[in-house]
């Protein structure tokens, strides 16, 4: 028997199926997921970025953040709290290879999520864009079931603290 927060989020992510399940999803989520596998769009905008003298900083910037958001996120964090994903908790088909490291927090949604507020600093019309395919990333991460809820908002929460660091030393505005 599930209690408290765990059960909480197992109904979440079979919410997310119920309402949202359906073959065109399935078809969809996985390549939506796999433009955040490693964080490569995100490296590729900011090394495009870099290329440019009007917005080399924010090519800094970026870079900076998901090296930083791939340290403490996807190397301490995850091997800290090792907290196994809902898929290999619970039986369900796999749309997408079974993942291999621990779920908290969610690297995909961390990277996304930085990408997409320093993209937002820069220039709204970058930004605004940014943050519907990271909005869009996290939610497959659900979609999957690779990853609860709070792996998700913990990738979010964490990405902000990134940003508001780097914020300090290297604003691109």
């Given at each position: 028997?599930?209690?408290?927060?765990?059960?909480?989020?197992?109904?979440?992510?079979?919410?997310?199926?119920?309402?949202?399940?359906?073959?065109?999803?399935?078809?969809?989520?996985?390549?939506?997921?796999?433009?955040?596998?490693?964080?490569?769009?995100?490296?590729?905008?900011?090394?495009?970025?870099?290329?440019?003298?009007?917005?080399?900083?924010?090519?800094?910037?970026?870079?900076?953040?998901?090296?930083?958001?791939?340290?403490?996120?996807?190397?301490?964090?995850?091997?800290?709290?090792?907290?196994?994903?809902?898929?290999?908790?619970?039986?369900?088909?796999?749309?997408?290879?079974?993942?291999?490291?621990?779920?908290?927090?969610?690297?995909?949604?961390?990277?996304?999520?930085?990408?997409?507020?320093?993209?937002?600093?820069?220039?709204?019309?970058?930004?605004?864009?940014?943050?519907?395919?990271?909005?869009?990333?996290?939610?497959?991460?659900?979609?999957?079931?690779?990853?609860?809820?709070?792996?998700i908002l913990g990738g979010i929460v964490l990405a902000y603290a990134i940003y508001m660091m780097i914020r300090k030393y290297i604003d691109p505005a």
């Amino acid at each position: 028997m599930l209690f408290g927060t765990e059960a909480a989020e197992l109904w979440i992510l079979n919410l997310i199926q119920d309402i949202f399940g359906c073959g065109f999803l399935d078809f969809l989520m996985p390549k939506i997921t796999a433009l955040g596998n490693a964080g490569i769009i995100w490296i590729l905008v900011g090394l495009v970025l870099l290329c440019t003298k009007k917005y080399r900083r924010g090519g800094v910037f970026l870079l900076v953040g998901l090296l930083l958001g791939l340290i403490f996120g996807n190397v301490i964090l995850k091997n800290l709290i090792a907290r196994p994903r809902p898929c290999w908790i619970y039986d369900v088909p796999l749309l997408i290879p079974n993942p291999t490291d621990f779920s908290f927090p969610s690297g995909h949604t961390l990277s996304s999520f930085i990408s997409a507020f320093v993209l937002m600093r820069i220039n709204r019309k970058f930004g605004i864009p940014a943050l519907v395919l990271a909005i869009l990333i996290a939610f497959s991460r659900m979609y999957l079931f690779v990853h609860f809820p709070t792996d998700i908002l913990g990738g979010i929460v964490l990405a902000y603290a990134i940003y508001m660091m780097i914020r300090k030393y290297i604003d691109p505005a």
